[in-house]
C-alpha cells in the first residue's frame, strides 16, 4: 500500500494506493485535522477481474483535479476516451482523423517513457507541491499500466503539442490521458 499526502493551495488529501482497491482520495479538513471520504470502494479489485470504463474513470479522476503537467505552460492532465476500437494499433492517420485535425498538422508517435520521464523524475529542489505532483504522476502511472493494454502516446502539434496517452481496456475500449505541452 503506498499512502501519499498532498499539500496544494493550502489544502491537504490523502491519497491513498492498493492494488486490490481503487484510488481512495481523503480530504483532510484544516480546521479540525479531520478527513472525510471523498471516494471510496469497498470492492476489491483484482488483477483478473476485467476493469471497465466506469471503474477506470473512477480510479483516475479523483488523481487528475488539480494535475499539471510541467513545460513552458503547465497544463491540466484530463481523461479521455477513444472510439476507435480495431485490434491494430493505432496509427498517425487514424489520430488526426479521430481529433479531426488538418492534413497539415504534424502528428508523430512517441516511446511512452517519454510521456511519464518529465513528471516522475524528482529534482533536489522540489518543494512539497512538486513532490506531491511526482507522487500523484507516480500513481497515474500505476493505474494506466495496470489497467491499459497496447498503450501508445502521439503527440499533435508543432509548439502547442497536444500529447495522448491512449490504451486498451479489458472491454476492447480505448481510454487514456491527454495534456498539451508547450515547446517554442
Excluded: H
Excluded at 498532498?6 to 494506493?17: R, Y
Excluded at 479531426?100 to 512517441?110: G, H, I, K, N
Excluded at 498503450?151 to 508543432?158: D, P
Excluded at 503539442?161 to 490504451?167: E, K, N, Q, S
Amino acid at each position: 500500500m503506498i499512502v501519499a499526502i498532498l499539500l496544494i493551495k493550502g489544502k491537504s488529501t490523502i491519497i491513498v494506493f492498493d492494488p486490490r482497491f481503487p484510488i481512495r482520495t481523503i480530504p483532510v479538513q484544516p480546521e479540525t485535522g479531520t478527513s472525510s471520504v471523498f471516494m471510496t470502494s469497498d470492492q476489491p479489485v483484482t488483477p483478473n477481474q476485467p476493469i471497465d470504463s466506469a471503474t477506470f474513470t473512477a480510479q483516475i479522476q479523483p488523481l487528475l483535479t488539480d494535475l499539471l503537467y510541467p513545460s513552458e505552460s503547465d497544463e491540466p492532465v484530463e481523461l479521455i476516451s477513444c472510439y476507435l476500437t480495431q485490434p491494430e494499433p493505432l496509427t498517425v492517420s487514424q489520430i488526426k482523423d479521430w481529433q479531426m485535425l488538418p492534413p497539415s498538422t504534424f502528428v508523430d508517435e512517441r516511446p511512452e517513457e517519454d510521456f511519464w520521464k518529465p513528471v516522475l523524475t524528482e529534482q533536489d529542489w522540489y518543494g512539497d507541491e512538486e513532490k506531491a505532483r511526482t507522487a500523484k504522476f507516480q500513481s497515474l502511472k500505476r493505474i494506466v499500466e495496470t489497467s491499459l493494454t497496447e498503450r501508445q502516446v502521439f503527440r499533435a502539434g508543432e509548439s502547442e503539442i497536444d500529447v495522448f496517452l491512449l490504451g486498451r481496456l479489458p472491454s476492447g475500449e480505448r481510454m487514456g490521458i491527454k495534456t498539451m505541452v508547450v515547446e517554442t
